[in-house]
Protein backbone atom coordinates (compact mmCIF):
# COMPACT_ATOMS: atom_id res chain seq x y z
CA UNK A 1 0.00 0.00 0.00
CA UNK A 2 1.97 3.41 -0.80
CA UNK A 3 0.84 5.25 2.40
CA UNK A 4 2.16 8.88 0.84
CA UNK A 5 -0.28 8.47 -1.32
CA UNK A 6 -3.19 7.60 0.83
CA UNK A 7 -2.26 10.56 3.58
CA UNK A 8 -1.82 12.93 0.23
CA UNK A 9 -5.30 12.08 -0.78
CA UNK A 10 -6.88 12.89 2.39
CA UNK A 11 -4.81 15.93 3.23
CA UNK A 12 -5.53 17.87 0.07
CA UNK A 13 -9.40 17.65 0.56
CA UNK A 14 -8.87 18.74 4.70
CA UNK A 15 -6.93 21.56 3.48
CA UNK A 16 -9.50 23.12 1.64
CA UNK A 17 -11.94 22.37 4.19
CA UNK A 18 -9.83 24.04 6.89
CA UNK A 19 -9.51 27.44 3.84
CA UNK A 20 -13.03 27.16 4.23
CA UNK A 21 -13.57 27.91 7.49
CA UNK A 22 -10.58 30.74 7.54
CA UNK A 23 -13.17 32.38 5.08
CA UNK A 24 -15.86 31.68 6.77
CA UNK A 25 -14.64 33.53 10.25
CA UNK A 26 -13.29 36.00 8.22
CA UNK A 27 -9.77 35.00 9.45
CA UNK A 28 -6.80 35.98 7.09
CA UNK A 29 -2.90 35.17 7.03
CA UNK A 30 -1.16 36.77 9.97
CA UNK A 31 -4.47 38.57 11.22
CA UNK A 32 -7.08 37.25 14.14
CA UNK A 33 -10.19 37.75 14.96
CA UNK A 34 -11.64 38.82 18.30
CA UNK A 35 -15.39 37.85 18.57
CA UNK A 36 -17.57 35.91 16.26
CA UNK A 37 -21.53 35.38 16.10
CA UNK A 38 -22.52 32.11 18.97
CA UNK A 39 -23.93 30.29 15.77
CA UNK A 40 -21.28 30.69 13.49
CA UNK A 41 -18.92 29.85 16.47
CA UNK A 42 -20.50 26.65 17.41
CA UNK A 43 -20.96 25.90 13.43
CA UNK A 44 -17.40 26.19 12.77
CA UNK A 45 -16.53 24.27 16.23
CA UNK A 46 -18.35 21.37 15.06
CA UNK A 47 -16.62 21.14 11.99
CA UNK A 48 -12.99 21.86 13.00
CA UNK A 49 -13.26 19.08 15.34
CA UNK A 50 -14.20 16.62 12.92
CA UNK A 51 -11.35 17.84 10.74
CA UNK A 52 -8.43 17.93 14.06
CA UNK A 53 -9.53 14.17 14.57
CA UNK A 54 -8.86 13.41 10.47
CA UNK A 55 -6.02 15.18 11.04
CA UNK A 56 -4.50 13.53 13.60
CA UNK A 57 -5.15 10.43 12.40
CA UNK A 58 -3.02 11.49 9.40
CA UNK A 59 0.00 12.06 11.70
CA UNK A 60 -0.55 8.68 12.93
CA UNK A 61 -0.38 6.81 10.05
CA UNK A 62 2.43 8.62 8.38
CA UNK A 63 4.71 7.88 12.28
CA UNK A 64 3.92 4.62 11.65
CA UNK A 65 7.42 3.79 9.69
CA UNK A 66 9.50 6.15 12.21
CA UNK A 67 11.54 4.65 14.56
CA UNK A 68 13.64 6.40 17.05
CA UNK A 69 15.60 5.49 19.80
CA UNK A 70 15.07 7.14 23.41
CA UNK A 71 17.80 9.37 24.81
CA UNK A 72 17.18 10.70 28.59
CA UNK A 73 17.88 14.12 28.46
CA UNK A 74 20.80 15.67 30.56
CA UNK A 75 19.66 18.18 33.39
CA UNK A 76 19.51 21.56 31.89
CA UNK A 77 22.93 23.42 32.27
CA UNK A 78 22.35 27.41 32.42
CA UNK A 79 24.77 28.93 29.83
CA UNK A 80 27.41 31.49 31.49
CA UNK A 81 26.65 34.97 31.01
CA UNK A 82 29.09 36.93 28.26
CA UNK A 83 30.00 40.63 29.01
CA UNK A 84 27.83 41.73 26.11
CA UNK A 85 24.67 40.26 27.31
CA UNK A 86 25.33 41.72 30.67
CA UNK A 87 25.93 45.38 29.10
CA UNK A 88 22.58 45.12 26.73
CA UNK A 89 20.43 44.32 30.05
CA UNK A 90 21.89 46.73 31.80
CA UNK A 91 21.34 49.48 28.98
CA UNK A 92 17.71 48.42 29.03
CA UNK A 93 17.83 46.37 25.60
CA UNK A 94 15.55 43.70 25.34
CA UNK A 95 15.97 41.03 22.17
CA UNK A 96 12.54 41.56 20.32
CA UNK A 97 10.80 37.68 20.84
CA UNK A 98 9.34 35.79 17.92
CA UNK A 99 5.91 35.01 18.58
CA UNK A 100 4.95 31.36 17.96
CA UNK A 101 2.42 29.73 16.31
CA UNK A 102 -0.14 27.70 18.29
CA UNK A 103 0.99 23.86 18.41
CA UNK A 104 -1.77 21.15 16.88
CA UNK A 105 -2.65 18.47 19.90
CA UNK A 106 -1.58 15.39 18.97
CA UNK A 107 -3.68 13.19 21.02
CA UNK A 108 -7.24 12.71 21.37
CA UNK A 109 -9.70 13.84 24.35
CA UNK A 110 -10.49 11.04 26.20
CA UNK A 111 -13.85 9.83 26.92
CA UNK A 112 -15.41 9.92 30.70
CA UNK A 113 -17.65 7.48 31.24
CA UNK A 114 -20.35 8.09 34.72
CA UNK A 115 -21.78 11.00 35.93
CA UNK A 116 -20.04 13.02 38.12
CA UNK A 117 -22.25 14.81 41.56
CA UNK A 118 -22.08 17.44 43.38
CA UNK A 119 -23.03 16.86 47.45
CA UNK A 120 -25.17 19.81 48.26
CA UNK A 121 -24.65 20.06 52.15
CA UNK A 122 -25.93 23.18 54.61
CA UNK A 123 -22.87 25.47 54.78
CA UNK A 124 -22.38 26.54 58.47
CA UNK A 125 -21.51 30.50 59.08
CA UNK A 126 -19.86 31.06 62.59
CA UNK A 127 -21.85 33.61 64.43
CA UNK A 128 -20.52 36.58 65.33
CA UNK A 129 -21.45 39.07 68.26
CA UNK A 130 -19.40 42.44 67.38
CA UNK A 131 -19.57 46.12 66.57
CA UNK A 132 -18.01 45.48 62.79
CA UNK A 133 -20.40 42.79 62.34
CA UNK A 134 -23.53 44.89 63.45
CA UNK A 135 -22.09 47.90 61.06
CA UNK A 136 -21.72 45.39 58.19
CA UNK A 137 -25.08 43.55 58.82
CA UNK A 138 -27.27 47.18 58.82
CA UNK A 139 -24.98 49.08 56.63
CA UNK A 140 -26.57 50.21 52.96
CA UNK A 141 -26.83 47.93 50.10
CA UNK A 142 -24.17 48.52 47.22
CA UNK A 143 -25.35 49.76 44.04
CA UNK A 144 -26.50 46.96 41.63
CA UNK A 145 -24.40 46.74 38.54
CA UNK A 146 -26.71 46.43 35.50
CA UNK A 147 -26.37 42.55 33.71
CA UNK A 148 -24.07 43.33 30.75
CA UNK A 149 -26.75 42.70 27.10
CA UNK A 150 -26.04 39.62 25.48
CA UNK A 151 -25.24 41.14 22.11
CA UNK A 152 -25.33 37.06 20.52
CA UNK A 153 -21.17 37.72 20.19
CA UNK A 154 -18.69 35.07 21.54
CA UNK A 155 -14.88 35.31 21.99
CA UNK A 156 -13.16 33.44 18.97
CA UNK A 157 -9.99 33.71 20.70
CA UNK A 158 -9.18 29.48 21.09
CA UNK A 159 -10.93 29.09 17.61
CA UNK A 160 -8.77 31.08 15.57
CA UNK A 161 -5.82 29.37 18.03
CA UNK A 162 -7.13 25.71 16.83
CA UNK A 163 -7.62 26.65 13.15
CA UNK A 164 -4.26 27.86 12.50
CA UNK A 165 -2.80 25.02 14.26
CA UNK A 166 -4.87 22.48 12.18
CA UNK A 167 -3.59 24.66 9.61
CA UNK A 168 0.13 24.24 10.31
CA UNK A 169 -0.02 20.36 10.11
CA UNK A 170 -1.87 19.77 7.28
CA UNK A 171 0.85 21.92 5.46
CA UNK A 172 3.42 19.70 7.41
CA UNK A 173 2.40 16.55 8.52
CA UNK A 174 5.81 15.22 8.45
CA UNK A 175 7.00 17.56 10.90
CA UNK A 176 4.14 16.78 13.29
CA UNK A 177 4.79 12.56 12.81
CA UNK A 178 8.16 12.92 13.82
CA UNK A 179 6.77 14.76 17.21
CA UNK A 180 4.69 12.04 17.47
CA UNK A 181 7.56 9.31 17.18
CA UNK A 182 9.68 11.35 19.40
CA UNK A 183 6.68 10.82 22.15
CA UNK A 184 6.45 7.24 21.76
CA UNK A 185 9.88 6.55 21.74
CA UNK A 186 9.85 7.40 25.45
CA UNK A 187 8.72 4.78 28.17
CA UNK A 188 5.06 5.04 29.37
CA UNK A 189 5.77 6.80 32.65
CA UNK A 190 8.04 9.25 30.73
CA UNK A 191 5.64 10.41 28.39
CA UNK A 192 3.52 13.38 28.84
CA UNK A 193 0.67 12.85 28.53
CA UNK A 194 0.80 9.02 30.25
CA UNK A 195 -0.83 7.59 27.56
CA UNK A 196 -0.29 3.91 25.76
CA UNK A 197 -1.81 5.30 22.60
CA UNK A 198 -2.55 8.99 21.11
CA UNK A 199 -5.85 7.64 19.82
CA UNK A 200 -8.92 7.22 22.11
CA UNK A 201 -10.49 3.48 22.27
CA UNK A 202 -13.63 3.51 20.12
CA UNK A 203 -14.75 6.18 17.44
CA UNK A 204 -12.85 9.06 17.18
CA UNK A 205 -14.08 12.42 17.89
CA UNK A 206 -16.94 14.33 15.96
CA UNK A 207 -17.49 10.54 14.42
CA UNK A 208 -20.74 10.13 12.95
CA UNK A 209 -22.25 6.88 11.93
CA UNK A 210 -24.14 8.90 8.97
CA UNK A 211 -22.19 11.20 7.22
CA UNK A 212 -24.03 14.46 6.87
CA UNK A 213 -20.36 16.22 5.57
CA UNK A 214 -17.47 15.52 3.37
CA UNK A 215 -15.71 15.81 6.25
CA UNK A 216 -17.01 12.52 8.28
CA UNK A 217 -16.09 10.36 5.00
CA UNK A 218 -12.59 11.78 4.89
CA UNK A 219 -12.57 10.80 8.99
CA UNK A 220 -13.79 7.21 8.98
CA UNK A 221 -11.03 6.25 6.23
CA UNK A 222 -8.01 8.47 7.90
CA UNK A 223 -9.50 6.42 11.43
CA UNK A 224 -8.58 3.50 9.01
CA UNK A 225 -5.78 4.41 7.90
CA UNK A 226 -4.57 5.12 11.72
CA UNK A 227 -5.70 2.03 13.21
CA UNK A 228 -4.83 -0.30 9.70
CA UNK A 229 -0.92 0.57 10.79
CA UNK A 230 -1.25 1.16 14.55
CA UNK A 231 -3.53 -1.09 15.99
CA UNK A 232 -5.22 0.83 18.52
CA UNK A 233 -4.31 0.06 22.14
CA UNK A 234 -6.80 -0.35 25.33
CA UNK A 235 -5.55 2.89 27.31
CA UNK A 236 -6.76 3.27 30.89
CA UNK A 237 -4.84 6.21 31.71
Request: glycine share 6%; aromatic share 6%.
Amino acid sequence: MDWVMAIESKRVPLLGHVLALFAKIGLTEGGTVERVPRALHRSVLGLLRKVESAARRLIVAAARDIVLEYEPRAAAQRKPKTAGSAKSKADGEASPKRKRRPLFNLFDRLKRFGRRFKKKGRRLEPHVYSVEAFLQAHAPAAPVEPEPVDDGMVSAKHLVRRVIAVMDALQDIPRHALRLARWEARPKEDRRPERWSPLRPGRPPGYRHRSKHEVDDILKECDWLARLGNPPLDDTS
